[in-house]
């Protein structure tokens, strides 16, 4: 007889690694180890305890009595109905049947051989995956593979279920990643196009400038090969060297430069693919685009991504990727780091942009969900829901038809077709068809404020993605991630960002500098425009008149400093070029802005901010960032062909629909800059961007091409 109180490896599993251990502790048993080897041994020991209890009932009952015949006959069949009720429970206890994936595919290849039938019927993959959950106790007996494919078989026969087995899946819980997991995988039918001259101006800015002789049409063809897999740390890699358990995951920097522990994923393409486009004819100011080029086959794309996710927070902390195009010769290298999950509007609505060509992590979308056929649910933006059982590989699973709720309403369409097996963390096949189209935004599923914001955030045209994904081969890795532990040294949240108090709004007119390291900084070259009342007469009444300063930027790279400052006021706005002199300044060039591309004169819209200078030591300090440290740092400065400057951002003119928002009517500061060079044979421009107010880095994009 079985105790009650004993659990049950299914409740073992629910439970953290600190009561486990306690457990343990408790059982006298040894408490080191990761999760399943705690929970291994605690059943070990429940079955134990188990025979024992059983073997002394033995003992006492035969020294009690010699049974007779007659009793011997009822035993028989009092022992006979214990078995047949021991057989019904365990065909009626899902758990028993679903928990152990290995069980039950021994179970579907026994029932194949059994049966022949004209229809082909794939003979579903064992899994590579070790069971977990069974162990020397009662629960792997009943789920041995002798006995399952038994009960199965004697089901199937007797209840003439074979066609409902066939073609139905056992519910199963999506497998979560574990260190050292790897899948390879096939890309075919992908096709990457964008239309519209104004979207194709806004992927060019995002390529610094990779596109700049490519006018309204874009479009790229492509297959090719990839590869994820979720890397295994050593214990080097630990903040505390007592965090053992731990073991597998790596250090990795936040966006203010902190160190955490994080689970790394490294994804890798190479791919094949065919361009064409369209260029000006002529002198691209003439805005004649008309002359198709391509297609043009031969180039070759290769592209690494990692990304580093945040053990206990489960937040992503920052992604590394670099992409190499190669056309006969010509080399092209873009390398980005963002940190974070950005959050312009492409982004905001379809992240998938930024990542393409990633096989989706089957968790983070449906938890701890009992998937079945029929059922759905939302994850984010995404509405899924279960379709019929497939077949991917000769593996049995389900498909799960995926669209973006957002997207659907208003700017296109973002659908997802999923093929999971319950033996793989990610989707083993995936369709993508991605569209996001300004014309959309006016559709009747689109609210008035979406309308709004989309109307002044998307540029006219459209971009879309389209691909088919399909696992080739796969390996486990070992090792569980305790997700959500907490671990020793770890910093606080936010503990990293700047306390600016540059409070400019009321008054100021300009974010503040305060530089000492600069010649000329931006206090002074405001200084010189005030005091040129001729040479720039509308910027310098506009700031002594409630004006200010919404942008700027130097210049270092020619030996004396020159500002570049757009200014605005009520009425007008317009811009100036001023240069360091040796007693004075002098103005190079100005002009005024047209009125519809006028920003908003907002003062209560500026927020609080650091200074220029606080920033700029920021974005130089090795400990911090260290790769953009070393592209644009010399002697512990700021490089002189470094430029850096600021952008006020505020809401549009007040009594707009956007003031009857709360929280929308504040503005934000970003401060940004870019530094070009030439290093062994090629040519190298950076961009970066951070956060004004806080210090959080956004991230930098750095280009390299030998042309």
Known sequence: MVDDSIPTAAQLVGLKVVDLKAMCKEAGLKISGRKQELIDRLLESYASEDDDILLLEEDEDETSQQPTEDDAEIEEEVFEAEVYVAELDVESDDDLLIDDEDEIFEAEVFEAELFEEDEFEPTPIRSSRPNRLTGGSLLGTLTSKSTIATLLVILIIAGGGYWWWTNNLDPFVAEPIEYGDEMNFAISSGSFDVEGEDMVRELDNRLNGALSEVCETFNVDFTGTGNIAVAKGGNSELLNPSDTDLVGVVQARDAYGLTFLAVEQELNHQLSATVSSKTWLGDQTDNLCSVPVGPISGYSFAQTSKSWTELTSKALLSTHSSVTLDNQG???????????????TLSDLMPELLLPLKPVELTPIFGNSLLEEGQTGTSGNWRWEVGSVISVGGEMGLQVNMAHTEVEGCVGRANMVLYIVPSSPWAVKQQIDIRLEKS?????????????????????????????????????????IDWQSSYGNRPGSNSGALSGDENWGSSGLHMPDRSDDRSWPLEQAIACIINQTLEAEEASAALATGGYVYRATDDRSHGLTEWNVSWVDDNDAGWVRVEERTENCSVLDKASIDQEDKPAHRRESIPTTASLQQVEARIIDPNRYPILASDIASGGSLSDDTSIGYLLTVPPEASDLLDLIDGLQEGSVMVFGQREWTESGMDNTLSYAIDGETGRMVGWVKTSTNS
């Open 440 to 480: 959309r935004y006016d559709s009747p599923d689109c609210g008035i404020l979406a309308e709004y914001i989309l109307d002044r955030a998307l540029p006219d045209g459209s971009i879309s993605l389209q691909y088919t994904l399909v696992r080739t081969s796969d390996s486990t890795g070992e090792g569980m």
């Open 330 to 344: 010509e080399q092209t290298v873009v390398e980005a780091l963002s940190f974070g999950v950005p959050d312009d």
